[in-house]
């Protein structure tokens, strides 16, 4: 039995299917992937990511810590509740971890991580912190529910305590507010508005309940994942980890370069390699039939090889889509390797779908 969240429970009375996840008991789904993907591009869908951990972090030198341990740089953080997403590097520029930095007052950051990093993670600020005098605390307390689609803030909005209930309705795009132990941000993980909702571990179980009521349907990991592929977002431990940087993940843009004097951790790694050719991260299109799966081989024009990272079926698109991490100055078209036969495929630059509409052509001459 792996560790459970809050919401265990309700997942069970929904039907769900439950696996393992990071060593969570989590649901794949409740029924229907495909379901519960058109349920979110089209509407409303929720889901329950408690498993992954919410750090805060206090102390007068909390900012000038982020900016040491951060490949992004907080000071852009200037308005209270402004998020900002970010790579966690080790020296050798490797991604430690994604993750979300929101800044809450001046002596006080909070911090989202993955489910399954999130004792590496924790052990590793915890060291970088030393210095800086930082108070770290794993918000054990509090549960998190992610509301996703077109739907998703209005049907939400109305379930909201008082408190922060008009505040979230004008929050714009990475912004949170907090009021009586709630946390809303209009944040996400599937390329659609809305809420990510942090609240009291004891209130997630009516708040959830609630929610199902108002239409809002329970997706579970498997529609989380095509709809974060679909839309661009790279998931960690596929697209990238500990041994790739973010100039080798897609995520190039994520670095803060300016200003020059910042000595964040992995900076000098990152710019021995920034004048260097290497590998990077692309979409791919399969023009025929058949599935892209996690370290598949790909052959780039010109010779030279790559592989899939992550891939899988778009229920948008209709088709298999992957990223895949190639040699530098690959472009266009390429070939997978499926189950021993070369399959053409295109090179695309992600996302796939945005806003529920696709962003790649899917028909080749």
């Not at 052959?299 to 190639?326: D, K, N, Q, W």
């Amino acid at each position: 039995m792996g560790r459970r969240t809050a919401l265990y429970p309700q997942h069970l009375d929904a039907g769900a299917r439950m696996v393992d996840f990071g060593g969570w008991d989590m649901p794949l789904h409740y029924g229907s992937q495909i379901d519960e993907h058109h349920q979110v591009r089209r509407d409303a869908g929720m889901f329950d990511v408690s498993h992954m951990a919410v750090l805060d972090l206090e102390g007068a030198q909390t900012r000038p810590f982020l900016r040491h341990l951060l490949a992004n740089d907080v000071n852009r953080l200037k308005q209270p509740g402004k998020a900002l997403y970010a790579c966690m590097l080790n020296e050798k520029g490797g991604v430690i971890d994604d993750l979300i930095v929101y800044f809450l007052t001046e002596h006080h950051f909070r911090i989202v991580v993955n489910a399954a990093t999130r004792d590496t993670d924790r052990a590793w600020i915890e060291a970088q912190g030393e210095a800086f005098g930082v108070r770290i605390q794993e918000r054990g307390d509090v549960a998190m529910i992610a509301i996703q689609g077109p739907g998703a803030r209005a049907k939400t909005h109305a379930l909201l305590p008082a408190a922060v209930a008009d505040p979230a309705r004008e929050l714009a795009p990475f912004h949170g507010v907090e009021a009586d132990g709630w946390f809303v941000a209009r944040t996400g993980y599937t390329g659609e508005d809305g809420f990510e909702v942090i609240l009291p571990t004891e209130q997630a179980s009516d708040f959830w309940g609630r929610l199902r009521s108002s239409g809002v349907a329970p997706c579970g990991l498997g529609a989380r994942d095509t709809l974060r592929l679909e839309a661009g977002l790279n998931l960690y431990g596929a697209d990238m980890d500990a041994a790739t940087t973010p100039l080798e993940s897609g995520l190039g843009w994520t670095v803060a370069w300016d200003p020059p004097e910042r000595a964040f951790i992995g900076r000098a790694a990152l710019t021995a390699q920034q004048s260097a050719p290497h590998p990077r991260l692309v979409g791919l299109v399969l023009q025929d039939k058949g599935v892209l799966r996690n370290h598949q081989r790909v052959l780039v024009e010109g010779g030279g090889a790559g592989e899939v990272t992550s891939g899988g079926y778009s229920p948008t698109l209709s088709r298999a889509i992957a990223y895949a991490r190639v040699p530098a100055g690959a472009g266009g078209s390429c070939r997978v390797e499926i189950r021993g036969k070369l399959v053409p495929a295109r090179i695309v630059k992600p996302p796939f779908v945005r806003n529920g509409k696709p962003c790649v052509a899917t028909e080749f001459g």
